[in-house]
């Protein structure tokens, strides 16, 4: 039985998106921008959240913490969402859940565009998943998946 090292290979799939970056960035002088809108101050959100933050500056990927008071209103959060659909610069966005019991996160991932959906929440990105189309993909599959595939792991009569 292999022992599956998940920090090692993230590391190494970390660097080999860095290097694909630096060549698109290269070639097309855009470098790829994630947005985070944190609302709030959850404990383990905010540590996911500076995990993320590390990752992109490994892997050659500019990020930008939206950081938003919990008491933050609907409206002027759907303003954002819609801001940063909007905003050319930005390539993906991830509303960090939870958020507070205020504020509706379903209505809020819908308004997420699917080209920016980077958690692959939204109506469309499952969907695409679901069909077997190529998009964006929820992070924690795709990485088993790629766990899977590192180590030659076969899936076919296994059960989980």
């Not at 929440?121 to 990485?143: D, E, H, I």
């Not at 790629?146 to 792991?153: A, N, V």
């Amino acid at each position: 039985m292999a022992i599956i090292d998940g920090k090692k290979t993230a590391e190494a799939l970390r660097e080999t998106i860095r290097i694909e970056t630096e060549k698109r960035v290269h070639q097309y002088g855009i470098t790829p921008h994630l947005c985070v809108i944190l609302v709030g101050n959850n404990p383990a959100s905010e540590s996911y959240v500076r995990g993320k933050e590390k990752a992109c500056l490994k892997a050659g990927i500019q990020s930008t913490v939206l950081r938003l008071p919990e008491t933050i209103d609907q409206a002027s959060l759907r303003r954002i969402v819609q801001e940063l659909n909007d905003d050319v610069s930005v390539h993906g966005i991830l509303l960090q859940l939870p958020i507070p019991a205020h504020l509706d996160s379903e209505e809020l991932i819908q308004l997420i565009s699917p080209k920016k959906d980077v958690d692959g929440f939204t109506p469309t990105s499952v969907a695409t998943l679901a069909n077997g189309q190529s998009g964006l993909v929820p992070c924690t599959p795709k990485g088993v998946i790629q766990l899977l595939e590192t180590y030659d792991i076969p899936i076919q009569g296994k059960e989980c």
